[in-house]
């Protein structure tokens, strides 16, 4: 650009046609390089960034899936948070990498390659003009952040009047009910008064600060170009050196203000790469690749004086000192008042929890002496709310499984759960689709599938977890005959609320704040009469309410 003004310098007309003619062709030839150059710089970091942003959720999600469910409890790893996660700081750290750091390595080679031409071109120009650069690129960057802060400031103050306006329009039948519109526009002209305010404030702010940007930018390139004249005048460069040093460094002031404009989403991108890697450097507190591993479970689990807290709520104890035995193929049922440990003593049988103190064992051996993915292989759970995903019927039962099953294998097991008629009875059988969580089943059918799941695993240990609690009478019925039948040889562990569940259990434990204050059959807990843990939950669920 500077060699072609100074071509208009020229004295001779043919001359400027030729000169004015190779400066096009140049810039027509560089025009095709830049767009060459810009689709390869944007495609690679772009496939650079997507690749890693694959790699970040991959290796996210694998580690999460490490981690033990105390870690899921805390507020700041729920469900949404850490989706949140997986979806935009894998995103974020795309962009720092990709976008941003094509732009950085874009500026930095446009700064080297502009400095040293200038320096080459005309040294004492140049000198001079890297010296000022700094005030031209604070006077880039002060226009960009006055003019954002403004938008968003005025955006925020709307704030008020939009929500109203919003309330206004989304409740328009109690509005005219009432006549109120008169009212809400006196309520909005009262919440416009602040922003207008605001904005008048922010306006001569703004305004000021984009006058110094602009005088000060003036004033650099009028020391810029004096000094440049006095040395042409003096005879150190020529006109032409002049332009070429102007311009070349002129130009990238702005290119530098575009970088500078970053540092909020640089600051974003830190953020997000923290995140990141605060789930990738953490180790789980119970290692699922570890322990022993028998060749058979019987499934005689002991409790003894347990400790436990839940780390979400360390200061308040669940158990202290707790101990109960559960025999190997007999059923034991758990009742008692909601918040008096049942569900508690479920996780720790999975392993979901350690406790704080004292040992859990299965057949002699302390639960944490057992490789755990082999462990849970021989336990079932069968939960109040059973989780189903978006695919069909006998992919369902088939995640029970933990290797490849057969058709034959899948029908058996439906049978042995009472779900075969129901399945079958459906117009694409098991190949039906569940939808999201389940939603095309009903509640008790969803329960069924479940127990199916469970029957396919063929556990030592089955846990039912308030298994028949949401279900109409019909479907506990059906539920409750499935979950005898599937019950019959294996340790079973049953915690219910409803009382007529569990009359046919080996051993009923009544729990009462953290404590057994009762064990035994149901027939020898209710002759212990009035004075009775159970029998009085029993008469309670048996009385009829009033009218």
């Known amino acids: 650009m500077g060699s072609m003004i100074s071509v208009y310098f020229l004295l001779d007309n043919g ?12 810039f027509l030839g560089l025009a095709v390089f830049s767009f060459l150059v810009s689709i390869s710089q944007h495609y690679n970091f772009a496939a650079m960034g997507e690749y890693l942003t694959k790699r970040i959720r991959e290796m996210m999600l694998s580690k999460i899936l490490t981690f033990e469910v105390g870690w899921f409890d805390q507020d700041d790893n ?7 996660r997986l979806a935009k700081d894998a995103n974020v750290v795309r962009s720092l990498v990709g976008d941003r750091i094509a732009l950085l390595v874009q500026t930095f080679s446009a700064v080297t390659i502009a400095s040293t031409i200038g320096l080459i071109i005309a040294w004492r120009l140049a000198v001079v003009m890297i010296a000022v650069q700094p005030i031209i690129i604070v006077c880039f960057c002060t226009r960009r952040v006055i ?7 005025a955006i925020k103050a709307q704030d008020e009047s939009s929500n109203l306006a919003a309330e206004a ?9 009432f006549s109120s519109q008169a009212r809400i526009l006196e309520m909005l002209d009262r919440a416009q008064e602040g922003p207008r305010i605001e904005s008048i404030r922010q306006s001569w702010f703004s305004g000021i600060g984009l006058a110094i940007s602009e005088s000060l ?3 650099t390139w009028a020391l810029d170009l004096w000094y440049g004249g006095k040395l042409v005048s003096e005879g150190y460069i020529t006109a032409k050196a002049l332009f070429q040093t102007f311009l070349i460094l002129v130009s990238t002031g702005s290119v530098i203000a575009d970088a500078g404009s970053m540092t909020t989403d640089l600051a974003k991108g830190a953020d997000a790469v923290g995140s990141v890697f605060a789930v990738l450097d953490r180790y789980t507190r119970i ?41 190997a193929g007999k059923s034991t049922a758990l009742v008692g008042q909601s918040g008096s440990g049942k569900s508690t003593i ?13 040992t859990i064992k299965i057949d002699g051996g302390d639960i944490k002496s057992y490789h755990l993915r082999y462990l849970r292989k021989h336990i079932a759970l069968v939960s109040q709310e059973p989780t189903l995903f978006a695919c069909t019927i006998r992919e369902n039962i088939a995640y029970g499984a933990s290797e490849n099953v057969d058709e034959v294998e899948i029908i058996n097991a439906a049978r042995v759960a009472n779900a075969h008629d129901f399945i079958t009875g459906l117009k694409d059988g098991f190949d039906t689709w569940c939808g999201d969580r389940g939603v095309q089943l009903s509640g008790g059918q969803k329960q069924r599938i479940a127990i199916v799941r469970a029957v396919l695993k063929n556990p030592a240990v089955l846990l039912l977890d308030e298994a028949t609690s949401a279900l109409d009478s019909q479907s506990e019925k059906v539920v409750q005959e499935a979950l005898e039948r599937v019950m019959v040889g294996r340790t079973s562990v049953v915690v219910a609320h409803r009382l007529s569940t569990i009359q046919n259990c080996d051993l009923i434990a009544v729990l009462d704040r953290g404590n057994v204050v009762e064990k035994g ?5 209710l002759g212990k009469g009035p004075t009775g843990t159970y029998f009085s939950l029993v008469t309670l669920q048996r009385t009829p309410k009033s009218k």
Do not use: W
């Open 169 to 177: 329009v989304s409740h328009f039948g109690t509005v005219t009910a």
């Open 15 to 26: 001359e400027i046609k030729a000169q004015t003619r190779a400066h096009a062709l140049s």
């Open 78 to 84: 729920s469900t949404g948070t850490v989706c949140s």
């Open 287 to 327: 290692e699922p690749e570890e322990g022993d591993m028998p060749e058979k479970l019987m499934g005689n689990v002991e409790l003894c004086d347990v400790d436990f807290a839940y780390p979400a709520r360390p200061n308040v104890n669940i158990f202290k000192g707790f101990s109960l035995s559960i025999e």
């Open 217 to 219: 930018m003036c004033c």
């Open 346 to 358: 479920i996780g720790l049988i999975e392993r979901f929890y350690d406790p704080l103190k004292g």
């Open 521 to 525: 059959t149901h027939s020898s807990l």
């Open 147 to 153: 003019l954002k802060n403004m938008s968003q400031k």
